[in-house]
């Protein structure tokens, strides 16, 4: 959308205005791009040219090496490439993954009406803090979970009825949205635990089911805000057509909702891209990613900016091309919704 | 579906027609998503109350737990942890006793009106009551490590001070770019996608950038520190210095975050009001200090809230950039909790994410009643959006 301030002189900036707005621009463009430029010259200085001080322009004040890329990506080829490629494999599927549950979900609770009841969802709690505590007990984690997952099934069967009381959409959604309050540290050893046990740790998939997991209460927020801003008449027609939920979801919603798509994808990408946290505890050489690459360039001696600077400069160049090319969708696509109200 | 209409005898139609029964669909958009987290947050969340109340060792084949009670938290506020976690307590000075009775007099004025308008039901006084006692508490060990002579402040404080500052400097300025980048200057959109950057690099990759800028003699700006003859000081090793660069990084950082949602919010908006009022001969500081800025409220309020529990969580700043020193002035609590985890003190690592959760828990509630809920209700001209804050 054109800004559509541009075509009124009653809202021009004066000359003055002008030139201070394009002052503020730069000052702070400066303060973005500084640290940028100097992680770029610092890719380029040998190891004695970072450490005798700082040299500011690349064949004036000192000469540039390509020696730090090379050793990156030829002499050390597989140990750079490997958690490149976990780096995007692991990005790209969880953003899709967290994406495609989340938009669902944020779909149902915008169309759908679900009255949850209290009575089950308290029975659900009670059995797996039941399966918990028996496992700590020292029961075998097989025998407890069959067992919650059967006590669970006959209670609700039985007594599933008595709970009158029930939950609304609004408590659904928030309860989604509240999981981002967790702070990983709170949930990361059991979830070690559980990728242990299913031999799963150090492996993509282990990372690719966290991260969706973290980033899906982001999707709903985003997506349910978007979609509640899509006019229901057009769902309605094709309803009294005979079309089925799903084919309106695929055929109409997603179409019309792209921008909101794209800007949340965008979104969730660089989080599941730059995640350290997780990976830290969940990860350690098959599926390390670029995060613990960065961070390990931390020897005896100091730190080694300058191949630090190399792989920063590897992380950073494909997201800023993805926001390049996908830029008129991010300020249309982001919280249009929320904005709307 | 009618039993009558549906295919008989054939299993896959039958099947067919369940799948377009309505009440089946509507579980099937919901509950792909609720199993997920349910299996990795809620799950492991109860896990972890568990490992908080017992003492972890390995044993052949694995390990095992022991039930120790309260032990773990025990350590956290009097043992071992205390010095980490609170920091070193003493008697605040006279500054500090007056923020201190301020604080406890605003918010006991605060807890005195709700009572008085008596439009909040019991159980919602009862939740005020404690929330305003938690604040009270938080404002004593304030003052207690900030504002007294000898005293430092640990993870927990360092924590907050980090996410309130943070935020409230990302906000300001996120604000003023957005602004900026709305008045149809040309090459707004070269700004817009620059002023994004920094969003996209690796927390990791920042902390390392910064430590390299900040340094006092290799980095760029080390010209100036030599002008002012401070070669010799590192802002690494004094506390409050080290903090601040912490929350330079942070603000760096997340900046655009802000900024590109109050954007959006911007760009969307009804400029016929704004326009009206530019008739009526409202100068430009007046149309936004009384139009654009109300109308933000909202976005604002749901913005705030996102970035503040993100924030919360912050660990790769400090362990990166400071490694948490000077001694331990710079950890927040998850980077404790990890290095807990680390020394194999999983039950203690647990124990302090559980507290940490219990914060953000607290500070969120009553984010959510007390702001965000009125924000986005007193909105005019919209409604309560569905997701955030209901």
């Known amino acids: 959308m054109r800004n559509p301030l541009q075509k009124r002189s009653a809202r021009d900036l004066s000359a003055r205005g002008k030139a201070a707005a394009y002052a503020l621009m730069l000052f702070w463009s ?15 200085k040998n190891p004695i040219q970072v450490t005798t001080g700082p040299y500011y322009v690349p064949f004036v004040d000192f000469q540039p090496t390509l020696s730090n890329w090379t050793y990156m990506l030829i002499d050390k080829g597989s140990e750079t490439l490997r958690p490149l490629g976990n780096t995007v494999i692991v990005g790209l599927s969880s953003s899709v993954l967290a994406l495609t549950l989340g938009s669902l979900a944020a779909y149902g609770l915008t169309r759908f009406r679900y009255r949850p009841r209290v009575g089950v969802i308290a029975l659900g709690i009670g059995v797996i803090a039941l399966a918990c505590v028996s496992m700590v007990l020292g029961v075998p984690p097989a025998l407890a979970f069959t067992v919650a997952v059967a006590v669970f099934v006959i209670l609700r069967l039985y007594m599933g009825r008595r709970f009158r009381r029930t939950l609304g959409n609004d408590d659904i959604a928030f309860f989604l949205i509240s999981q981002r309050i967790l702070p990983p540290v709170a949930v990361v050893i059991p979830i070690y635990v559980l990728f242990q046990r299913l031999g799963l740790l150090d492996s993509l998939l282990a990372l690719i089911v966290t991260y969706a997991a973290t980033n899906l209460p982001i999707v709903v927020w985003f997506m349910s805000d978007y979609f509640a801003g899509v006019p229901i008449e057009l769902e309605e027609a094709a309803q009294v057509d005979g079309a089925s939920p799903y084919r309106i979801f695929w055929s109409i919603i997603l ?15 660089v989080f599941a891209w730059n995640e350290y946290l997780l990976a830290l505890f969940l990860a350690t050489t098959n599926a390390a990613t670029m995060p613990l690459m960065v961070a390990a360039q931390n020897a005896t001696r100091g730190p080694q900016y300058w191949y630090m ?12 091309v993805f926001a390049v090319i996908l830029e ?10 929320a904005v709307k109200g | 579906m009618d039993p009558e209409t549906r295919p008989r005898g054939r299993v896959l139609g039958a099947l067919k027609a369940e799948w377009g029964n309505p009440s089946v669909a509507r579980n099937l958009f919901l509950w792909p998503a609720l199993l997920v987290v349910l299996g990795l947050a809620l799950f492991p969340l109860v896990a972890s109350l568990v490992l908080a109340f017992s003492f972890f060792s390995f044993s052949e084949g694995g390990f095992s737990l022991r039930w120790v009670g309260l032990d773990n938290f025990a350590n956290i506020v009097s043992g071992p942890q205390a010095i980490i976690y609170l920091g070193r307590l003493e008697a605040p000075s006279p500054l500090g006793w007056v923020v201190f009775l301020g604080g406890s007099a605003l918010v006991a004025w605060a807890m005195w009106r709700t009572i008085r308008s008596g439009r909040v039901r019991p159980i919602g006084l009862l939740l005020r009551g404690v929330g305003a006692a938690a604040v009270i508490a938080f404002l ?8 007294a002579p000898g005293g430092f402040s640990g993870s927990l404080v360092t924590t907050l001070i980090y ?20 008045q149809g200057l040309s ?29 006092t003699s290799l980095g760029p700006f080390s010209p100036i520190w030599q002008a002012l003859g401070l070669t010799q000081f590192s802002p690494f090793s004094d506390v409050w210095a080290a903090r601040a660069c912490i929350i330079i ?17 911007l760009e969307g908006r009804d400029l016929e009001i704004e326009e009206a009022g530019l008739v009526d001969g409202a100068s430009r500081w007046q149309s936004f200090r009384h139009i654009t800025l109300p109308g933000l409220v909202p976005v604002s309020a749901t913005v705030v809230f996102i970035r503040m529990i993100e924030a919360f969580k912050i660990i790769d700043l400090p362990n990166i950039m400071t490694n948490g020193g000077p001694g331990t002035a710079t950890e927040t609590v998850s980077m404790q909790a990890y290095l807990s985890w680390r020394g194999f003190d999983l039950g203690g690592s647990a124990a302090l994410a559980y507290t940490l959760l219990i914060v953000v828990t607290l500070v969120s509630l009553s984010y959510v009643t007390l702001v965000l809920r009125r924000a986005r209700a007193n909105a005019i001209g919209t409604s309560v959006g569905r997701g955030s804050g209901s």
């Open chain 1, 255 to 269: 179409p019309v909702a792209r921008p909101g798509l794209v800007a949340t994808f965008l979104l969730v990408l």
């Open chain 1, 309 to 320: 600077a190399v792989l920063n400069m590897i992380m950073i160049i494909p997201v800023i």
């Open chain 2, 187 to 215: 090459g707004q959109k070269f700004f817009r996608v620059l002023f994004l950057i920094p969003m996209t690099i690796t927390p990791v990759g920042v902390a390392y950038m910064f430590r390299m800028l900040i340094d």
């Open chain 1, 30 to 44: 400066l303060i973005v791009v500084f640290p940028l430029y100097w992680l770029a010259v610092t890719s380029l």
């Open chain 2, 249 to 265: 990084g942070d603000v760096w950082q997340w900046t655009p975050f802000m900024f590109i949602v109050l954007l959006a919010a």
């Open chain 2, 140 to 147: 004593w060990l304030f003052v207690q490590t900030v504002f």
């Open chain 2, 163 to 182: 996410t309130f500052v943070g935020t409230g400097v990302e906000y300001l300025l996120g604000l003023g770019l957005a602004m900026l980048t709305i």
């Open chain 1, 328 to 337: 008129r969708y991010i300020t249309r696509g982001l919280l249009t919704g």
